[in-house]
């Protein structure tokens, strides 16, 4: 199995569990600045809520993918209020061809003092936990 790890992130909340992901694989956490030239299995994407929605730089990421480079893409994330991104990227994943994996990992982000700390030391070892079961 081949593995990428693709973040967005605007707080830094997206980063820590891009990390976690990536060290638990072995590989290194990079933000959708970096493109996906390698052929990979699985692509993990870090991805949060932002005004209700995925930001648009994540939607043009998705957009850059080729089909024939990404096996798939596994959702991984936090939000302050709402539970998962994973239904708007996999409307951008549908539109390039590349399954979504069922599975996807979500837990509380910090936003405004709101969930202060979150995601935390035990959301970062779930968050590896749940690259694992990938391996
Ligand atoms: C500008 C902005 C808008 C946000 N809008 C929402 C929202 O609509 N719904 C929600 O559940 N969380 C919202 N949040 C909270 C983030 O999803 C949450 O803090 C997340 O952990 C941020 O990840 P990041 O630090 O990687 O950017 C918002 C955060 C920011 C900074």
Redesign the pocket.
């Known amino acids: 199995m081949t593995y990428q790890v693709r973040?967005?992130?605007?707080?830094?909340?997206?980063?820590?569990?891009a990390e976690a992901v990536a060290k638990e694989l072995g590989v290194e956490a990079l933000p959708i600045s970096t493109p996906v030239t390698e052929k990979t299995d699985i692509l993990f994407l870090?991805?949060?809520?932002?005004?209700?929605?995925i930001?648009p730089e994540v939607r043009d990421f998705v957009a850059s993918l080729d089909k024939n480079k990404v096996g798939r893409i596994v959702n991984f994330?936090?939000?302050?209020?709402?539970?998962s991104t994973y239904k708007k990227v996999k409307a951008e994943a549908d539109k390039v061809g590349i399954p979504m994996d069922p599975k996807e990992f979500h837990c509380?982000?910090?936003?405004?003092g709101?969930?202060k700390g979150?995601?935390d030391a035990e959301d970062l070892r779930a968050a590896a936990a749940f690259a694992r079961q990938f391996k």
């Open positions: 973040y967005y992130t605007k707080t830094g909340n997206t980063r820590k569990l870090g991805n949060s809520y932002y005004a209700f929605s930001d994330g936090s939000a302050a209020l709402l539970n509380k982000g910090e936003f405004k709101v969930h979150k995601p």
